[in-house]
Every structure is written in C-alpha cells, then in structure tokens.
C-alpha cells in the first residue's frame, strides 16, 4: 500500500504563502504551491512488535505551536536522532515535568488497567492513529482518560505505547535503559493492536468503506 503525502508549500519564511520574494510579511494573492509524491507505507515488523521497542526521555524544547504541523521539525529531527544515537528508537519528550509527545508519535501510558493520554493542546501535534485508539477504546469499553500524565507517572507505566501512521500501536518496553512493566508488551497493547488491526483492514484499507 502507497502513503501518500500532500504538502502545501508555503514559501520560504511564512505560513500561507506560495512562491514570492522573500520577507517575513504575509504576501496578499500569492497562489500556494502544491507538492505531492508517494511512497510505500512499511509498517512494524512482528518480530519487533513482539518484543517492543527502546526510547529514551529528553526535554521539550521545541516552539509553542506543537499543535501545527509544518516543514519547520529541525527541533523533532535533533530529538529523534538523540534516540538513534543511543540505540533507541524514540526519544519521548517532557515539558515542565510532563509527558507531551514523541519526537515523531503520539504516546500513550497505561497504569492499572487504565489508558492515560496526553490532552490536545498547543504542546503536541495530534495524530490520526491517537484519535483512532481513544475512538477504539471508548468502543471496547477500555477504561481511559485524556490528561495530563506527569513524568512521575511515566516512569512507573504499566506499558506505554508509541502511534503513528507507521508504527501503528507499538509497545515501549524500555525507557532510558529500564524496563518498562515487565519489560514485555502488556495485555492492554496487544488487545488494542488487535482492534486497531481489525479496524484498519475493515476501514481504512477497504476502498469500498
């Protein structure tokens, strides 16, 4: 299956923009520029998804408009990297003692039994996958609330999961070198990822839905 990716080009200093002289000031009657391509959606292999993945925690020191999604991720990229650099493969960021988002996903906790997401708000930029989980658990009856969850809480997760259109729902099992729950994919991922599989095939991939 192709992924397929749509950008609007917005000049070269400001949002709303097309192809004009340089400045910082909104340009009036500038058409946008258009930008398309595709590629193939490769997805998590089993065998990773099966023992989960290594991420590490560092500070959110990005912008305050998380919430837009723009070209301007030279904060995100340096993030991810510092992942890659320690064998990991997501860097989970903190804001003021709490959890917002990773590098390139969404994160959610679970502890007791409950599935803990952070809010949408100006400090993280929503996904479609975040918005299908809390759709899927709300149709299971999978207990969840949308809050803040502090780094306190982080660090005694039952499981945590990164999303995104690529790693769909996929287990954290190691934060910074420690095992997170028992260091295995939990109960709660697998049931999520069961529904969210079925709800993929069923809907997302099927041309006639």
Known sequence: ML?????????????????????HAFPQGVPPTVFIFSAPLVTTAEAVRETGIAAVTALDNRWLRCDLKTVALLANVLLRQQAIDA????????????????????????????????PKDHRMLPGITYDIVLELAARHGMPHTVREIAEAELRVADEIWMTSSTKEVLPITTLDGRPVGTGRPGPAARRMYAWYRAFRDEVMRNADA
């Open 87 to 118: 064998g990991c493969v997501e860097t989970l960021m903190l804001r003021e003692g709490y959890l917002t988002e990773g590098a390139a996903s969404n994160i959610f906790v679970v502890k007791d039994g409950v599935l803990l997401a952070p």
């Open 3 to 23: 992924y397929r990716k749509v950008t609007v080009i917005h000049g070269q200093d400001v949002v709303g923009s097309g192809a004009r002289k340089r400045d």
